[in-house]
């Protein structure tokens, strides 16, 4: 299978970029996190530990100004598409309606700029966060806030240290801009694809037994892609990273239920994410779902809820999986076809 474009884009390069990434994410996910259960408020916590992620994976560009401009429009997404979330699942078909607009706006993007195209990912994925896990904490705002900061300065401390990482991705933003507007690479078929699987996935709970659609739906919007024939592929090794990912994240919770050292093998999990990526694609998804899974449980366990409720999360994660495969091959087939013959 030939990966090479998706190792450019998330190549690290040396042992010192290796190094780098860990001490990076490790500071930018562990402050909230950690601090969070340490200081009594685990949900504000989560909710910090999981923004510091995806910002700091929001990392895309070729200048410093470029790479920050990129994180600070990742977490204004996220904490845009996690309100909204949040704020309109109560209402009837709320979350069916939100999380569909999003995926529409993620899939019509997603060809554009590669930081355009995480951003917009992203915000789909707190939106639909933001509907399933209902955080009432109220120092949950100010958690978003805190990860965004250490995302921000674990970024230019690591820069300080180790210079600033390569990267080949030379589009500047107003072409990518335009390429988001005009729907470039990726279409109409695609985009109704992505946000009709998305969208199918909240309805599975009726359907099929799902006992919590989110997940379902995250694993929709993480797993689906566009890029052809490569998209089938690539789309695989993130199902079975996923689904894999949440076998041995419930074998851990069969041992392990004190939230501080959840938080810990949580955040270690997220240093590697980047790393396992940049390796192969099942590596990373694998790291990234053990990690949404051991933060999810730290909220279970501290309110008392026992987290032993893998068997069903394996059935959710699964459908989503499935119905992005699905999306996939609806969206490509006719180009997967030719491509065979």
């Known amino acids: 299978?030939?990966?090479?474009?998706?190792?450019?884009?998330?190549?690290?390069?040396?042992?010192?970029?290796?190094?780098?990434?860990?001490?990076?994410?490790?500071?930018?996910?562990?402050?909230?996190?950690?601090?969070?259960?340490?200081?009594?408020h685990p949900a504000a916590g989560v909710a910090g530990g999981a923004t510091a992620l995806f910002v700091t994976l929001s990392d895309i560009g070729t200048t410093r100004a470029v790479r920050l401009g990129t994180m600070f429009a990742g977490w204004l997404a996220i904490v845009v598409g996690a309100t909204l979330g949040h704020l309109?699942?109560?209402?009837?078909?709320?979350?069916?309606?939100?999380?569909?607009?999003?995926?529409?706006?993620?899939?019509?993007?997603?060809?554009?700029?590669?930081?355009?195209?995480?951003?917009?990912?992203?915000?789909?994925?707190?939106?639909?966060?933001?509907?399933?896990?209902?955080?009432?904490?109220?120092?949950?705002?100010?958690?978003?806030?805190?990860?965004?900061?250490?995302?921000?300065?674990?970024?230019v401390l690591v820069w300080k240290i180790f210079g600033i990482p390569s990267d080949d991705n030379v589009m500047d933003w107003h072409a990518g801009v335009r390429r988001a507007f005009s729907g470039a690479d990726a279409g109409f078929r695609y985009t109704l694809c992505y946000g009709a699987a998305a969208a199918l996935s909240l309805f599975a709970a009726t359907w099929l037994g799902v006992q919590d659609p989110y997940w379902a739906t995250l694993a929709v919007l993480m797993v689906m892609r566009r890029e052809g024939i490569a998209s089938l592929e690539l789309t695989i090794h993130y199902a079975v990273g996923t689904i894999v990912g949440v076998v041995v994240a419930a074998e851990i919770l069969r041992w392990v239920?004190?939230?501080?050292?959840?938080?810990?093998?949580?955040?270690?999990?997220?240093?590697?994410?980047?790393?396992?990526?940049?390796?192969?694609?099942?590596?990373?998804?694998?790291?990234?779902?053990?990690?949404?899974?051991?933060?999810?449980?730290?909220?279970?366990?501290?309110?008392?809820?026992?987290?032993?409720?893998m068997e069903a999360r394996i059935y959710d994660v699964t459908v989503g999986c499935l119905l992005a495969l699905a999306g996939t091959l609806a969206a490509t087939y006719p180009r997967f076809s030719r491509a065979s013959t």
């Open 1 to 40: 299978m030939n990966f090479s474009w998706y190792r450019d884009l998330y190549r690290i390069g040396s042992v010192a970029g290796a190094k780098a990434v860990v001490v990076r994410v490790t500071l930018a996910v562990g402050i909230p996190l950690i601090g969070g259960v340490l200081l009594g």
């Open 88 to 155: 309109l699942s109560g209402t009837p078909y709320g979350r069916e309606t939100i999380v569909l607009l999003c995926a529409l706006v993620a899939g019509w993007a997603s060809g554009s700029h590669p930081g355009i195209a995480a951003v917009t990912r992203f915000f789909a994925i707190a939106a639909a966060a933001g509907a399933g896990m209902h955080f009432t904490d109220p120092d949950v705002l100010l958690s978003l806030l805190v990860a965004g900061v250490t995302a921000f300065l674990a970024a």
């Open 257 to 309: 239920e004190q939230p501080l050292v959840l938080a810990v093998l949580a955040t270690l999990l997220a240093a590697f994410v980047r790393i396992g990526v940049a390796i192969n694609p099942s590596l990373g998804f694998m790291a990234f779902t053990m990690f949404l899974l051991l933060i999810v449980s730290i909220i279970l366990v501290t309110a008392g809820v026992a987290p032993h409720l």
